[in-house]
């Protein structure tokens, strides 16, 4: 089920548009970083009988991670994300879903055999 900052829309989403993008770029050897973007559209529909009740949102993601190789099996990655978008309200008013607002910073070390 699709989920607004952990709020389940699945049930109301009427479109959804996503665009993701992300580029490597090695700056040595051993280390990497990676830029992100995520940019994610919706129409939500509380009610499908009532045109009225139309909600439309955004998300935007942006990203970087990095990667050192220690060798060839071993890596340690960081990274961060930070996403936004505004609480998803109907033509009347009444909030669909809530505001995004949050950033997540992830670790990760990779051995490989």
Excluded: H, M, R
């Amino acid at each position: 089920a699709y989920k607004w900052n952990g709020v389940p829309v699945g049930d109301i989403l009427y479109g959804l548009l996503t665009v993701d993008a992300s580029a490597d770029y090695a700056v040595t050897d051993a280390f990497t970083f990676t830029p992100s973007l995520k940019y994610q559209s919706f129409t939500l529909q509380e009610d499908p009988d009532d045109d009225q009740s139309k909600g439309e949102g955004s998300i935007t993601t942006f990203g970087i991670s990095g990667t050192y190789k220690f060798s060839d099996a071993a890596s340690f990655t960081v990274g961060l994300e930070k996403a936004s978008g505004d609480a998803v309200k109907s033509k009347d008013g009444t909030q669909i879903v809530p505001e995004v607002e949050s950033t997540k910073l992830t670790t990760a070390f990779t051995i490989s055999f």
